[in-house]
T-cell receptor
């Protein structure tokens, strides 16, 4: 089955800096890669996703890049703000009739004012 | 509250009790999911229902029993649980039909004593 590795497990940055979180996956048939943000005591929320037919997607300060050959994808947050502090999870799925999302272990991002 | 709701939000039960968790989605989605979230572990998929039919069962112990009476409601029946079952139980839903984005409920914090 699919295996998703996520690094780093914790990341601390200064406000205004950029943050990058990386994930690798094992199943070459995976073609859908979402990122979720979970603030303390709250539900995971989808913040951005990418499908295998594109290499990069951007939404304001957040971007995701995908390298299918190397089987890795990354989340990039620019101009970080204290409210970006949360746990971020990556996931991978084959999509189609396969509903299963395999999640990474999460990255605790702390943005220091 | 709109979107995906879960009740109760907190539950403390003894190992001999029987209880049920409830999830309701108001998004018109066709697929619903149960996840277990434990500290320092990835989100673990437990069950998936698509159009009220179970399509995924991830080797979950029989002390967890799901029920999906219709596409808007999902239950997780619990009996004779173990202390290691203490965790946050998250419900999610997705549209299906080629749309893979999953939307999570707030979760039920379960403590087994």
């Amino acid at each position: 089955g699919e295996n998703v590795e996520q690094h780093p497990s914790t990341l601390s940055v200064q406000e205004g800096d950029s943050a990058v979180i990386k994930c690798t996956y094992s199943d070459s048939a995976s073609n859908y890669f979402p990122w979720y943000k979970q603030e303390l005591g709250k539900r995971p929320q989808l913040i951005i996703d990418i499908r295998s037919n594109v290499g990069e997607k951007k939404d304001q300060r957040i971007a995701v890049t995908l390298n299918k050959t190397a089987k890795h994808f990354s989340l990039h947050i620019t101009e970080t703000q204290p409210e970006d502090s949360a746990v971020y999870f990556c996931a991978a799925s084959r999509g189609g009739s396969n509903y299963k999302l395999t999640f990474g272990k999460g990255t605790l991002l702390t943005v220091n004012p | 509250e709109t979107g995906v709701t879960q009740t109760p939000r907190h539950l403390v039960m003894g190992m001999t009790n029987k209880k049920s968790l409830k999830c309701e989605q108001h998004l018109g989605h066709n697929a619903m999911y149960w996840y277990k979230q434990s500290a320092k572990k990835p989100l673990e998929l437990m069950f998936v229902y698509s159009l009220e039919e179970r399509v995924e069962n991830n080797s979950v112990p029989s002390r967890f029993s799901p029920e999906c009476p219709n596409s808007s409601h999902l239950f997780l029946h619990l009996h004779t649980l173990q202390p290691e079952d203490s965790a946050l139980y998250l419900c999610a839903s997705s549209l299906g039909e080629g749309r893979y984005e999953q939307y999570f409920g707030p979760g039920t914090r379960l403590t087994v004593t």
